[in-house]
């Protein structure tokens, strides 16, 4: 079992940046790929960064592109997401998840999820 804690959601401005963070329980958590989605109002939930186990391969969907990133420390069982240059659009409550595979972008493929943080950024 993994529980997954996210933290480091707030609101910003558009343009600022926010730090997401989200702490794995359990031993095992170097075994495990992991991966941010967010879900907007209204909206199903997206896929946005992922990175796999020893942090040697990312994948992030375009809009985030160069705006976000992903990384991980495996000694203090956390993930992190560096968000810059936030646009309203990124408005949405973040969640991190943990599978055994790649950087998927497919929610079926993550067997833990956190509860999400919210993230609003106004205009």
């Known amino acids: 079992q993994v529980q997954l804690v996210e933290s480091g959601g707030g609101l910003v401005q558009a343009g600022g940046s926010l730090r997401l963070s989200c702490v794995a329980s359990?031993?095992?958590?170097?075994?495990?790929?992991m991966g941010w989605f967010r879900q907007a109002p209204g909206k199903e939930r997206e896929f946005v960064a992922a990175i796999s186990w020893n942090g040697g391969n990312t994948n992030y969907r375009d809009s985030v592109k160069g705006r976000f990133t992903i990384s991980r420390d495996n000694v203090k069982n956390t993930v992190y997401l560096q968000m810059n240059s936030l646009e309203p659009e990124d408005t949405a409550v973040y969640y991190c998840a943990a599978g055994p595979y790649g950087t998927s972008w497919y929610e079926r493929t993550y067997d833990y999820w956190g509860q999400g943080t919210q993230v609003t950024v106004s205009s």
């Open positions: 359990g031993r095992t958590f170097s075994r495990y790929a």
